[in-house]
């Protein structure tokens, strides 16, 4: 699909692309942000993988989180936005109706604590990955809490783990699938310049 596409050259272009979605089907997430700066995105999934996870780890650490007064945080699969502002890290979290549910705000202390790994493209991960072109890597980012961290799966590129999202379903529109994976990037870079410990290898 990217066979002759150079992928440092459009890095070049994520203002525009990431521009160019906020203004389209994302729009809302500007709506949400109340004016605060998006510097970066990407999406967010749940690790089914891990137990906790499913469980009530996700909420109980949630509920300890000292700022925000006890929230509840959905172990189905909804979408999840990251967005990086500033020194923040804000996760949105979406109710079955697709409406903002949760606004969580991860600052830099919390950041400092908080971890990235790639993982192994297996399984479904791996089937994922792929819909979006060979070279796209998964991330499991773990966020520090009061109580349990909040892990979420992330890619190199912009994808949702489940197949009713149209954002993330396979698409032969190959401009789109690049420009999602330059934001997807773009994001991991610009957090990464930020928190040494949340910086993973970026090549292409």
Request: hydrophobic letters at 40%.
């Amino acid at each position: 699909m990217f066979q002759s596409t150079d992928f440092v050259a459009e890095m070049n272009n994520a203002e525009n692309y990431k521009t160019k979605f906020l203004n389209a089907e994302l729009s809302f997430l500007t709506k949400q942000m109340e004016g605060r700066s998006i510097d970066a995105f990407n999406y967010g999934n749940l690790d089914y993988s891990t137990k906790d996870s499913v469980k009530d780890g996700l909420k109980d650490g949630l509920k300890s989180m000292a700022t925000l007064g006890t929230v509840k945080f959905h172990t189905v699969q909804t979408p999840k936005y990251l967005i990086l502002s500033g020194s923040d890290l804000h996760l949105l979290d979406t109710d079955t109706e697709g409406e903002i549910s949760n606004h969580l705000i991860f600052n830099a202390s919390r950041l400092e604590k908080s971890t990235i790994s790639e993982i192994p493209l297996e399984g479904m991960i791996k089937a994922f990955a792929k819909q979006k072109g060979d070279n796209v890597k998964a991330y499991k980012i773990s966020l520090a809490t009061d109580g349990n961290p909040i892990e979420l799966i992330i890619f190199s590129a912009l994808v949702f783990t489940y197949a009713t999202s149209g954002a993330s379903a396979f698409s032969l529109n190959t401009q789109k699938n690049l420009e999602e994976i330059i934001i997807a990037t773009d994001f991991l870079k610009k957090i990464g310049a930020k928190y040494a410990n949340l910086k993973v290898d970026i090549s292409f």
